[in-house]
């Protein structure tokens, strides 16, 4: 059974970092495509940022393109975004996602990923 936790949300200022982490079970990273959504208020869930299976190739939305960086550690089977020079826009609860089978066509579509955590909040205040 797969199971994505998420941690290390909090309520931050403007310009300020956080790291979010993903603990992985039920799958093993390296064979698998993850990526980070996000989802404010009001709004539809959106595509952050997403690293291929190989690990060599790695997507992000514009809007946190220089800001964010996604990595994982193989070993630890855990997934993490490292946000910086965060911004109010930025606020929404987090997820990290997973795909049902190792291959997917497109790392940005939210319907590619099948299992999914149950989110971390990010507050960045002004």
């Known amino acids: 059974q797969v199971h994505l936790v998420e941690s290390g949300g909090g309520l931050a200022q403007t310009g300020d970092s956080l790291r979010l982490s993903c603990a992985v079970s039920?799958?093993?990273?390296?064979?698998?495509?993850m990526g980070w959504f996000r989802q404010a208020p009001g709004k539809d869930r959106e595509f952050v940022a997403a690293?291929?299976?190989?690990?060599?190739?790695?997507v992000y939305a514009d809007s946190v393109k220089h800001r964010f960086t996604i990595s994982r550690d193989i070993a630890k089977n855990t997934l993490y975004l490292q946000m910086s020079d965060l911004k109010p826009e930025d606020t929404a609860v987090y997820y990290c996602a997973a795909p049902g089978s190792e291959t997917v066509t497109s790392m940005r579509a939210p319907h590619e990923y099948h299992y999914w955590g149950l989110g971390t909040q990010v507050t960045v205040s002004s």
């Open positions: 690293v291929h299976r190989d690990g060599d190739f790695i």
């Open positions: 039920g799958l093993t990273l390296s064979r698998y495509t």
